[in-house]
């Protein structure tokens, strides 16, 4: 009994937290993205004076959107797999092998977070000029993303591998298991929430980066952040922005959700029954 | 445990851990060498010396920085960890909406912080909606300037903001390997809700602990959009000292900060790790 | 150290000395064609890319011009200044780059080395109208000034009368006094607020400001003008930006900010502030600015972009800028009688102090007036 009422009452904060959390925000992004230019939504008016679809409009008659947009939904989803397809050897040995070196290791693995920001804009980037990666723009693009959101992809599938029960494991090689079905069975389900949250950080970090996309792509290749840092920049038009926002916001929900539904980040628990 | 061949390990670590050190070591080696005058962006070198860093070292301005980035970046770790914990272990038997909330928790992570920012600094504007409902219940009689506060309020609000879904998202996967059977067994020997959560979920999640609040440790050190937007105006933090620099041609300063930079966000996570490690080794006492 | 370490340091550093160094061979040479091969070998080329961080919408209509009369598409990339300056510092490597014409603020050009990221412009025609060097920065022969704008007060006519501004320190500070927090500035990320805090350490300091020379007593000079702002610190804000200025005058949260016309012209068509607010020049002076074009060594399409730089700094495009934009045109015989503000208010325009004295007063600015706070 004093479970559900304790559920209640935490359900009941967690909606006005909810509302202050994301229907405020979410809520004034649209009021933004409906201003019409005619009149100015200046603070002190709860809904802006003057309503109309013209941003949106006029947004989605902008040609560089449409061309933004396909790049930006090939670019991310393309730097999340290949980030997970070379954080994952690595990741398997910072989370299972016990290496001389493997907390410096771990720690080493953050550089490119540490990395600050204007060198990344200017040495990284020439850098990839030099090596001649800029003729394959897109392809550089790709691989500056995916290097940069190691950090994320590494140290998230570390922890995964580390849940990974060494007597699953066991158990599969001694029922004469081959190697893939030994990792379909023992350590797929450990692995699925880390996958899935891999594959959500990075698809956000590479859909997010603004600095190498411009710097590499422009001008044949124009990202979405290309366009919300140009609305938020000097020309300051936060309508703009919040259009760009919300455009962005629906894909991305979609593809969590989708997300979370094929890998379904079930309980490891439930695949190991009670046993510790 | 079957012994390995002795290039098996370097051969895994090579395509993560080997392309970081190879690529962003040269740049890191780059930024280094500019912050001592042996490189210059700007073409013309003049070779190595510690000017630049006894220079940069001696202002006032550098030091309060530091201390101030510090602040953002460990309160900001502390501050989202914290939080996520809490829901983490709550979301961690699934129950009818447990997804739905999951997924609603997670929604910030889809929102650039620029745009965070901006939509922040418009609802706590003076003639804002927080204000103007603030004065409507009463408990201000006019408005009050929120924005830019001196305690940096605003910063922590929109790092705590972005930064909790993600800590939610890696304590989540933690949380969930934890049998039903160790809580169920501590509750039975009469252990409470604050003892279960030190004495058994926080040794067994140390390792997501670790992940989460260092990367946002790093991240929130290195801010510069927040701090730009929202943040006080009698600070400036490591980021916005840098690109000032920078922007007046002081490449050679900019790097020096930069690097600071760097040199802090390493130790500081080395730091972090060590603590958390500590605290999840606790024996409690009594 | 070793044979190896040094092999490896040695081929790290040559490849940072690439860096440096850049490419001393350009796309083609211009040297010794004559104007009108120049414009037949832009026509050759077809398109120029003009790096340009605001009003590219605007902008983009207003080379229309160029297109019909030479047949070269001008490709304005959308972009900001910052990530424009990071890729030309990043591209500067290259033999050949992506930018044909950048377009900076002429105070960003006064911080780096013209002659290592930039070509010299002496292809162009012979034009003495064409401005090179403005309010106390020059941009030699690299630099050329296309938009002229100047920096001042935004007020909010519904709470100021027009007949009780603010013209000198003093009555700033009879108005801070007056109004408490209804003035703010900004000290980065735009001009408008170092225009209006140095104007009035200016004042106070008693110095020329076209001296350069940052020795100490000029800096121990400026300490009376440190002093009248900590006297009043709780009486202004001190704001995040130019756009910030403008907004909050707008949402009625201030109600005088320093600003750029242009930049307050800009966001009132684009309905982004309310139209009734105006501006003013102070008679204690506040300064003229503009941004210029220059083109980068490794530019693909030189020739293309001698042209366009030749139009865009010719009278008749300063005088359609001047119409369209109300900008101060940018050539001796443009006309300039759309510009936003009055020309008796112009005489109130003053140039920004001359390099390095000008970074060490704006680092003992935030030393002593800012961080005190």
Not at chain 3, 125 to 149: H, K, M, Q
Request: aromatic content about 12%; overall charge negative; glycine content about 8%.
């Amino acid at each position: 009994m004093q479970g559900r009422w304790l559920d209640r009452v935490l359900l009941m904060a967690l909606l006005i937290v909810c509302t202050i959390w994301l229907v405020v925000p979410f809520g004034m992004a649209i009021l933004w993205s409906l201003v019409d230019p005619s009149e100015p939504w200046t603070a002190d008016r709860l809904l802006p004076p003057a309503m109309s679809f013209y941003r949106w409009t006029d947004m989605w008659e902008n040609s560089s959107l449409k061309q933004a947009l396909t790049t930006s939904y090939l670019l991310a989803p393309l730097a999340a797999l290949t980030s997970l397809t070379l954080a994952m050897p690595t990741a398997y040995a910072l989370g299972r092998i016990n290496f001389r070196g493997r907390e410096l290791a771990k720690l080493a693995v953050l550089l490119p977070l540490v990395v600050p920001g204007f060198v990344t804009a200017i040495f990284f980037t020439a850098l990839l000029f030099q090596l001649g990666l800029h003729h394959f723009r897109f392809a550089a693009i790709l691989f500056a993303h995916a290097v940069l959101a190691l950090p994320y992809s590494i140290r998230i599938l570390t922890v995964s591998f580390e849940q990974v029960r060494q007597d699953h494991i066991d158990a599969a090689r001694d029922l004469g298991a081959g190697w893939l079905a030994r990792f379909r069975v023992a350590f797929l389900p450990a692995l699925r929430p880390g996958i899935f949250a891999s594959l959500l950080i990075v698809f956000i970090q590479s859909i997010e980066e603004f600095a190498i996309a411009f710097v590499v792509g422009s001008p044949d290749i124009v990202t979405i952040p290309t366009l919300l840092f140009s609305a938020l920049g000097q020309d300051y038009v936060r309508p703009n922005a919040a259009v760009l926002s919300l455009i962005l916001v629906v894909p991305n929900v979609m593809l969590m959700l989708i997300l979370e539904r094929l890998l379904r980040s079930a309980n490891p628990t439930l695949a190991s029954g009670k046993v510790l | 445990m079957t012994s390995r061949p002795w290039f098996v390990v370097p051969l895994l670590l090579a395509p993560g851990l080997g392309l970081i050190l190879l690529l962003i070591g040269s740049v890191v080696y780059i930024a280094i060498a500019q912050s001592f005058g042996g490189f210059n962006i700007t073409g013309t070198t003049e070779g190595y010396s510690l000017a630049f860093w006894q220079d940069t070292l001696d202002r006032r301005v550098y030091w309060r920085a530091v201390r101030y980035s510090l602040q953002v970046g460990v309160v900001s770790a502390l501050l989202s960890v914290a939080l996520a914990y809490p829901l983490a272990l709550w979301l961690r038997k699934p129950f009818p909406g447990a997804a739905f909330i999951g997924a609603i928790l997670k929604a910030p992570l889809l929102v650039h912080g620029l745009v965070a920012a901006f939509l922040y600094v418009n609802v706590i504007a003076y003639h804002g909606i927080f204000n103007q409902f603030m004065q409507a219940i009463g408990i201000w009689a006019e408005p009050r300037r929120l924005q830019n506060d001196p305690g940096a309020i605003g910063v922590y609000i929109l790092q705590a903001w972005k930064n909790m879904p993600f800590a939610l998202l890696l304590l989540t996967g933690s949380v969930q390997s934890i049998s039903d059977d160790v809580l169920d067994a501590a509750r039975d020997l009469g252990a409470r809700a604050w003892a279960r959560f030190w004495r058994v979920v926080l040794p067994l999640t140390t390792s997501g602990l670790q992940a989460a609040a260092v990367i946002i440790f790093i991240g929130a050190l290195a801010d510069f959009s927040f701090q730009v937007i929202a943040g006080p105006t009698n600070r400036m933090s490591m980021s916005q000292l840098m690109v000032f620099f920078k922007d007046r041609g002081d490449w050679h300063e900019a790097a020096v900060v930069g690097v600071t930079l760097m040199i802090l966000a390493i130790a500081g996570a080395a730091v972090l790790t060590a603590f958390l490690q500590l605290l999840g080794r606790r024996r409690w006492r009594g | 150290m070793n044979l190896v370490q040094n092999r490896v340091i040695r081929f790290l550093i040559l490849s940072l000395a690439t860096l440096t160094i850049g490419s001393a061979a350009l796309a083609q040479s211009l040297d010794g064609m004559t104007w009108d091969e120049i414009v037949a070998q832009a026509k050759v080329e077809g398109e120029v890319t003009w790096y340009v961080w605001y009003l590219q919408d605007d902008l983009r209509r207003a080379v229309q011009a160029f297109e019909d009369e030479y047949g070269i598409d001008v490709i304005i990339p959308e972009g900001t200044n910052a990530g424009n300056a990071d890729k030309l510092f990043a591209e500067a490597s290259r033999a050949v780059g992506d930018i044909d014409v950048f377009a900076w603020g002429f105070d960003s050009f006064a911080n780096v080395d013209l002659g290592t990221l930039f070509q010299p412009l002496s292809m162009l025609p012979a034009d003495d109208g064409r401005v090179s060097e403005i309010t106390g920065i020059d941009g030699g022969d690299y630099a050329l000034a296309f938009w002229g704008n100047q920096s001042g007060i935004v007020y909010d006519p519904e709470s100021v009368d027009a007949a009780n501004l603010p013209q000198t320190p003093e009555e700033f500070a009879s108005f801070w006094q007056a109004n408490p927090g209804k003035f703010g500035f900004n000290y980065e990320n735009g001009g408008s607020g170092p225009s209006f805090y140095q104007n009035v350490l200016r004042i106070f300091s008693g110095l020329d400001f076209s001296d350069g020379s940052d020795a100490a007593e000029r800096i121990a000079a400026l300490e009376s003008g440190f002093d009248f702002f900590n006297e009043y610190a709780d009486l202004y804000v001190i704001t995040g930006s130019n756009a910030d200025n403008i907004i909050r005058v707008s949402d009625r949260e201030l109600w005088l900010a320093p600003a750029w016309e242009d930049h307050l012209a800009g966001l009132q068509k684009r309905g982004e502030v309310r139209s009734d607010l105006a501006f003013y020049i102070p008679e204690m002076g506040m300064n003229g600015g503009g941004n210029g074009v220059a083109m980068p060594q490794n530019a693909p399409r030189p020739a293309a972009a001698a042209v366009f730089i030749d139009w865009l700094t010719s009278a008749e495009t300063q005088t359609m800028f001047n119409r369209d934009f109300g900008t101060a045109p940018m050539h001796a015989e443009a006309d300039d009688s759309f510009a936003l503000v009055p020309m008796s208010q112009r005489a109130f325009q003053q140039a920004w102090a001359a390099q390095p004295f000008q970074g060490a007063m704006i680092e003992a600015f935030i030393d002593n007036v800012i961080l005190e706070r």
